[in-house]
């Protein structure tokens, strides 16, 4: 079981800049696959970017990549989303989430947190 929270969102202006943090209650937390989500108003939950146990993998999403990067820190428990060059098109609630079945987008992740919102205004 792990439990997760989601901080660093709120308003920015287009071509700024946010950094996400999620804090992981567990004492195993480098046996998950971590990500970040994202979901836009009556749509369904879409990925944004994931990481491997140890850091060494990642994966974005195509329309994230280049302005978006996800990293943890193993030793707090912590992975982070630092959004750079923010469009309005990213406004969305942002979930992290965790997993233990292995490494990909597609695969279940069976734990999230509550969700941050990030706003950006053009």
Do not use: H
């Not at 994931?50 to 994966?59: A, C, T, V």
């Amino acid at each position: 079981q792990v439990q997760l929270v989601e901080s660093g969102g709120g308003l920015v202006q287009a071509g700024g800049s946010l950094r996400l943090a999620c804090a992981a209650s567990t004492g195993t937390f480098r046996s998950y696959v971590m990500g970040w989500f994202r979901q836009f108003p009556g749509k369904e939950r879409e990925f944004v970017a994931i990481i491997s146990w140890s850091g060494s993998s990642l994966s974005y999403a195509d329309s994230v990549k280049g302005r978006f990067t996800i990293s943890r820190d193993n030793a707090k428990n912590m992975v982070y989303l630092q959004m750079n060059d923010l469009k309005p098109e990213d406004t969305a609630v942002y979930y992290c989430a965790a997993t233990e079945r292995g490494w990909g987008s597609g695969v279940r992740y069976d734990y999230w947190g509550q969700g941050t919102q990030v706003t950006v205004s053009s």
